[in-house]
């Protein structure tokens, strides 16, 4: 195609390969926990908040400074080119316990121009209860930097105002774990669909026994496990690797409106239709022509305007659709005509209005 678009062309072979449960389903309750802090870092060259517009910087180092037995005259109000404010932010994971290193990213929440050579000073890191599960510190890292003027011009690549300290914090709390509390394991899909679910559950039962497995809804297959801990972890790592093959995706057309990306289905489907596919061409030339007037005379010597208005009619192609065309066909005969990225999303939509289209169509 003429037009920079990409057509992503999912298509399944005639006998689908069997899929791992671990590839399809996650264990219920086996998850990651946000985590959020607030801290300072320090050491920057220059580059700091700037205190008249972010007070909450000399706020937050007062009472640092305080805590460590430093007492500042209630009246000073120091300039810190070199200490920003930062959002400090992590994911404790499944089953983390305390002493182990996890990463952190930090990001400016002031009016800091960067963050690089800066120091994490010690930041707790709390999750959603209001509890302290890690604390941060150390040395950041920066992909990016940026470089000002005196007269206010600056030049940045990529995001100089945030970073990331690998292992830069260390848990000090540990979650309870979802497989201590005993019961059934439950498996969640990670894409709802009745025919994936049905297929697992009976996977599962050939596997460890009728009646092992029962499916809940589309998403959740609760599934009878020891209440020994570790006869549950050798149970559900025989689980994760059982076998299965999942259902195809529904078909659907999704359309990128800003990229104009569009990521066609494999079941995608379109009834007998017509489509008539052309281009209007107008082009407006300016010219100036001189016009002189005639010796002896009091005329002036002027430039006319003069407008060349053309408009053209490309060939226009018309090809048709039979009915129960495969995805192969479709682009084929889009790739035809010629489509750019507008055409073709006008080609889908005009088709999904027709009732010709057995596909849902997404714009994202």
């Known amino acids: 195609m ?29 998850r ?8 300072l870092v320090v050491g920057l060259d220059g580059t700091g908040d700037q205190t008249s517009q972010a007070p909450f910087t000399v706020q937050s180092l007062k009472n640092m400074l305080t805590q460590l037995g430093v007492t500042m005259p209630p009246n000073v109000n120091p300039q810190l080119k070199n200490v920003a404010a930062v959002a400090v932010h992590a994911t404790l994971p499944a089953f983390a316990k305390p002493g182990q290193p996890i990463d952190v990213t930090v990001a400016s929440i002031g009016n800091a121009g960067s963050l690089r050579g800066g120091l994490l000073l010690m930041t707790p890191l709390r999750g959603a209860d209001g509890e302290t599960y890690a ?29 990331r ?3 830069g914090a260390t848990v000090e709390r540990a979650v309870p774990g979802a497989l201590d509390a005993g019961g059934d394991v439950t498996l969640n899909l ?9 297929r697992m559950v009976d996977a599962i039962n050939r596997d460890a026994g009728p009646g092992a497995a029962h499916a809940v809804d589309a998403v959740t297959a609760a599934v009878r496990a020891p209440a020994d801990p570790s006869e549950r972890i050798g149970f559900i790592a025989r689980l994760e ?19 104009g990306t569009v990521v066609i289905g494999a079941r995608v489907r379109v009834t007998p239709a017509a489509v008539s596919h052309g281009s209007l061409v107008v082009s407006i030339a300016e010219r100036a022509a ?5 010796p002896l005379s009091q005329g002036e010597t002027v430039a006319v305007p003069r407008s060349t208005v053309e408009v053209s009619q ?20 889009v790739n035809q005509v010629g489509a750019a990225p507008g055409d073709l999303v006008a080609i889908l939509e005009a088709l999904k209005e027709a009732g010709a289209l057995r596909a849902e169509l997404d714009v994202i």
């Open 2 to 30: 003429r037009a920079l678009v990409l057509l992503l062309l999912i298509a399944y072979a005639a006998a689908a390969p069997a899929e791992r449960i671990k590839d399809l389903a996650q264990v219920g309750g086996v």
């Open 290 to 294: 001189v016009s002189q007037p005639a």
């Open 241 to 259: 690797n059982l076998e299965l093959v999942g259902a195809d995706a529904p078909a659907r057309v999704i359309v990128n409106s800003r990229t």
């Open 32 to 39: 990651g926990n946000p985590l959020v802090g607030y801290g």
């Open 165 to 167: 300290i690998p292992n």
């Open 314 to 333: 490309e060939g226009s192609r018309m090809f048709l659709f039979a009915g129960g065309v495969s995805l192969d066909e479709i682009v084929r005969a």
């Open 190 to 198: 990670n894409s709802p669909d009745f025919t994936t679910m049905q």
């Open 135 to 163: 604390i941060a510190q150390g040395n950041l890292v920066v992909g990016g930097f940026g470089v000002s003027g005196k007269d206010g011009s600056r030049v940045a690549v990529n995001v100089p105002s945030a970073g």
